[in-house]
């Protein structure tokens, strides 16, 4: 929903210089029986059963097929191959970043208006006539429940093209001051180069963002998506296209992680990369880069979020049914493939009996399932072979040590689909390994502390992970809750007071973290994409100079 506050120009939706424009966030559909949108989307889900989808690498406006063919699988039923891709190689990528090159100039001088102009054009199709279709593949290609799909795909999505455009709007209206003799302005050109954007699986709005924001900003970017959410990356990209996105500005470059990172990194005109995934992936890049500065025309900007060990801590003030229904959703939903995800929680021991009566009680009712035929299914398969694996293998550890209990849960079937059951560990030891390095699955461990030493467990939760992304504490004194807010204060970038540690939503709680985290740069808030720009500050005098002298001097 977005609405010019001043004048068109012309007969089309353009802004004359400086508007603005008003918008809110997206809302959030229920998909009740007998709602359009449920009709819409089972008709969307029904479309693509036994579907697979022919994926192109889009180089120079052009489809590409190599002969390294992929196919990206249904998490829940890895026997439908939802899409056939390909991968590009180093000519291909290099050929793509030379087509980004060849359109920077002239999209960079586009006035910040007309660019806008398409991403609120995308955020409306995906509002409306493209939102089934969007949710409907990521349900599918991605795992998600219609719930998660609907706050991703939908929802998030739509809020970062709209938020990000007014924000760049804003920006443009963001001017320094002028005096009698002389005007002074600041332009705010787009970076000198192309962008990377290497987006992950498990949301579709991360990529559209991490490759739209830097577009937006008039910079010209090689967007390269996880194998695993091709799906739904495809027709996000296809959707700006259709929204006006000239051919070059975003190239879509499907390839082996390793490949795309040593040809991107080689190259003298890349000034900037935009990631989500891995913290050893983005200490790779980030070591090439460094390796390869001197042949680099700019300092490239860095941009990276990594995932955490995120925590929920308990006060024996807290509320019971709080703690445990916001502890189930953060570290269950989408089976805690989230960077936010809660993957550990400190209870007290004196409050720890209600917690696990009522956690486990409720643990029982989560249903693991189909997604897309079972709208009651809570949590579906985990995204791949590879991470179930390492899941399985983290269950395994907790069968095996002396210090860990599985409580509930912990099941593993690949047979149809990667599910694993939601799994409940209580841990003795605090420093154990479950409760320090991320899982990134159905995996919650709990650590019970005695109420009497809950200033160290403060201090305890600063100190186990190197990770800093979200937190939350549950409370209901005012003392403990700034006492821990100033404790915790580096422990996460996205804290939060009797909520769970998910669930940010764009231009409410930007997000991000820093420690091995990430870089920090807060997405879905006013100053990210001030990362995509590179100011020019100009001065115009309008009184000649006389002579060369000072005053003084005479």
């Known amino acids: 929903m977005w609405r010019a506050l001043r ?15 008003e918008v809110t966030n997206e809302p959030i559909l229920e998909f009740k029986p007998g709602s359009p949108e449920r009709a819409a989307l089972q008709k ?9 989808e022919a994926i192109p690498c889009v180089i120079g406006g052009e489809e590409v097929w190599t002969s390294t063919v992929r196919y990206q699988l249904s998490p829940f039923n890895h026997a439908h191959k939802v899409a056939k891709y390909c991968y590009a190689d180093k000519e291909l990528i290099n050929k793509a970043i030379n087509a980004a090159l060849a359109a920077r100039k002239e999209w960079d001088l586009k006035p910040v208006q007309d660019r806008a102009q398409i991403f609120l054009k995308a955020a409306d199709m995906l509002s409306g006539p493209r939102r089934a279709e969007v949710l409907a593949k990521t349900m599918i290609g991605q795992g998600k429940t219609v719930i998660q799909a609907e706050i991703d795909a939908a929802a998030e999505l739509i809020d970062f093209f709209r938020f990000n455009a007014k924000y760049a709007l804003e920006l443009e209206k963001s001017q320094p001051i002028s005096v009698d003799i002389s005007t002074n302005s600041m332009v705010y050109r787009g970076l000198e180069g192309f962008v990377a954007a290497v987006s992950p699986f498990n949301f579709t709005a991360i990529g559209g963002n991490l490759a739209g924001a830097p577009a937006l900003m008039g910079n010209v970017v090689l967007w390269k998506p996880s194998d695993t959410a091709l799906l739904s990356s495809y027709a996000v990209y296809k959707i700006l296209l259709e929204a006006g996105l000239p051919p070059n500005v975003v190239q879509f470059v499907p390839a082996d992680g390793p490949v795309f990172g040593d040809t991107i990194t080689s190259s003298e005109h890349f000034c900037g990369l935009n990631f989500t995934g891995s913290v050893p992936t983005f200490k790779r890049l980030w070591k090439q880069v460094s390796e390869n500065l001197d042949r680099y025309r700019n300092f490239p900007r860095l941009a990276g979020e990594c995932g955490g060990k995120n925590f929920h801590l308990v006060h024996s003030s807290a509320d019971v049914a709080s703690v445990v229904n916001g502890t189930l959703r953060s570290a269950f939903e989408y089976g805690g493939q989230k960077c936010s995800a809660c993957s550990r929680l400190y209870a007290p021991d004196s409050l720890w009996p209600q917690i696990k009566e009522k956690l486990l009680e409720e643990h029982g009712k989560i249903k693991v399932g189909d997604p897309a035929q079972d709208f009651g299914t809570f949590f579906s398969a985990v995204i791949d072979d590879k991470s179930f694996a390492r899941i399985k293998k983290w269950i395994e550890h907790a069968k095996k040590s002396s210090n860990l209990t599985i409580l509930a849960g912990g099941g593993c079937d690949d047979s149809v689909g990667y599910f694993i059951e939601p799994c409940i560990v209580e841990s003795k030891d605090p420093q154990d390994p479950i409760m320090k390095e991320e899982i990134f699955g159905p995996v919650l461990t709990v650590y019970v502390y005695p109420e009497k030493r809950y200033k160290e467990v403060l201090e305890l939760i600063d100190t186990t992970t190197p990770y800093g992304l979200t937190g939350a504490v549950f409370a209901q004194e005012k003392r403990i809750i700034d006492e821990a807010r100033n404790l915790l204060r580096n422990a996460a970038g996205n804290f939060y007071i009797n909520d769970k540690s998910t669930g940010a939503v764009v231009a409410q709680q930007p997000f991000g973290g820093s420690r091995i ?4 740069d807060k997405p879905g808030g006013p100053h990210y994409i001030l990362r995509w720009t590179s100011p020019q500050a100009i001065k115009e005098t309008h009184v000649p100079l006389g002579d060369w002298r000072y005053a003084y001097m005479q």
Do not use: P, V, Y
Not at 7 to 17: D, F, I, K, S, Y
Not at 517 to 520: A, F, I, L, V
């Open 7 to 21: 004048g068109l120009r012309g007969g089309g939706r353009r802004w004359q210089h400086r508007s603005a424009i």
């Open 44 to 52: 969307a889900l029904a479309d693509l059963k036994g579907k697979t």
């Open 517 to 520: 985290s990430g870089t920090n």
